[in-house]
């Protein structure tokens, strides 16, 4: 992994502790409290999904139902893989809920990345994968910050709890995680150095809680030197991302179809 530089860790660190003072635009992620289903852990086993039959499937209204993809090759070579994990909040009375490490639309809990590659997958169609891990991470804030950063102090490969069967059909693939501590959580890298995506486009996209990808577009394209990552990624805070929809949608049209 490409050793991040001080400033970036500090800067990191700025974004991530105002976030324990209060949130406001661009600040870090808040701490969630109480309880929320385990969304993680409910897809553990999943692999590639088709649109009819994913089960998180998230009602994004006409405008992306309407969206049209212009063959069904076109649609099979697309990829959507993504990291989430939605943290405890108490969703009570909650209907979006912005700013925090969930989206909620029509009581459907979400995590901020989830919400988003399924906005993504009903516009342009194409595979919907969760990169998810052996181990499962906590959803209680401080416990998931912590880990997240012993395994980045670590340089830790996380196992993951599934694979993907035919990687060599896909030609583009949407790549979604959010910023852990100004970089991607671990399991990104078990991820694309699993995967040779030679030949192919990867378009990463990150919810984040004020600082953007970082430096993780280069690192993406260090892991995966022979393909081609695009610069057009999409970067959304957290503080906005439940009423991002129509950007989402607008985004991804433009990046693909
Ligand atoms: C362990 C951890 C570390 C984080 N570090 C940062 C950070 O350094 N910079 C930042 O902008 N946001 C940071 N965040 C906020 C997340 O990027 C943000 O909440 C994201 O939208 C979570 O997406 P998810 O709900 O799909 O997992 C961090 C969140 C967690 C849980």
């Given at each position: 992994?490409?050793?991040?530089?001080?400033?970036?860790?500090?800067?990191?660190?700025?974004?991530?502790?105002?976030?324990?003072?209060?949130?406001?635009?661009?600040?870090?992620?808040?701490?969630?409290?109480?309880?929320q289903q385990n969304m993680?852990?409910q897809?553990?086993?999943?692999?590639?999904?088709?649109?009819?039959?994913?089960?998180?499937?998230?009602?994004?209204?006409?405008?992306?139902?309407?969206?049209?993809?212009?063959?069904?090759?076109?649609?099979?070579?697309?990829?959507?893989?993504?990291?989430?994990?939605?943290?405890?909040?108490?969703?009570?009375?909650?209907?979006?809920?912005?700013?925090?490490?969930?989206?909620?639309?029509?009581?459907?809990v979400?995590?901020?990345?989830?919400?988003?590659?399924?906005?993504?997958?009903?516009?342009?169609?194409?595979?919907?994968?969760?990169?998810?891990?052996?181990?499962?991470?906590?959803?209680?804030?401080?416990?998931?910050?912590?880990?997240?950063?012993?395994?980045?102090?670590?340089?830790?490969?996380?196992?993951?709890?599934?694979?993907?069967?035919?990687?060599?059909?896909?030609?583009?693939?949407?790549?979604?995680?959010?910023?852990?501590?100004?970089?991607?959580?671990?399991?990104?890298?078990?991820?694309?150095?699993?995967?040779?995506?030679?030949?192919?486009?990867?378009?990463?996209?990150?919810?984040?809680?004020?600082?953007?990808?970082?430096?993780?577009?280069?690192?993406?394209?260090?892991?995966?030197?022979?393909?081609?990552?695009?610069?057009?990624?999409?970067?959304?805070?957290?503080?906005?991302?439940?009423?991002?929809?129509?950007?989402?949608?607008?985004?991804?049209?433009?990046?693909?179809?």
């Amino acid at each position: 992994m490409k050793k991040k530089c001080m400033a970036a860790l500090l800067a990191a660190a700025m974004a991530f502790g105002l976030a324990a003072c209060g949130s406001s635009e661009n600040s870090g992620p808040d701490g969630g409290t109480a309880a929320q289903q385990n969304m993680a852990g409910q897809e553990s086993t999943a692999s590639q999904e088709e649109p009819t039959t994913q089960e998180t499937e998230v009602n994004i209204g006409e405008t992306a139902a309407d969206t049209e993809v212009d063959t069904q090759a076109e649609r099979e070579s697309i990829l959507i893989a993504y990291f989430s994990i939605p943290e405890d909040i108490d969703t009570d009375g909650i209907d979006a809920d912005a700013g925090a490490s969930i989206v909620v639309k029509d009581e459907q809990v979400m995590g901020n990345l989830e919400y988003t590659a399924n906005v993504i997958w009903q516009t342009v169609g194409g595979d919907l994968f969760r990169i998810e891990t052996v181990e499962q991470y906590p959803l209680e804030h401080e416990a998931l910050v912590d880990q997240a950063a012993e395994e980045q102090d670590a340089d830790a490969r996380p196992a993951l709890a599934a694979q993907i069967e035919n990687v060599g059909q896909y030609d583009t693939i949407f790549l979604g995680y959010p910023n852990w501590w100004g970089d991607m959580p671990m399991p990104l890298y078990t991820f694309l150095e699993e995967y040779d995506f030679s030949g192919k486009t990867i378009i990463p996209f990150t919810v984040h809680g004020g600082s953007g990808f970082s430096d993780t577009v280069s690192s993406i394209a260090e892991l995966q030197p022979n393909a081609k990552v695009s610069e057009d990624g999409l970067s959304i805070s957290r503080n906005s991302v439940a009423d991002a929809e129509a950007e989402i949608i607008s985004w991804a049209k433009g990046v693909v179809l």
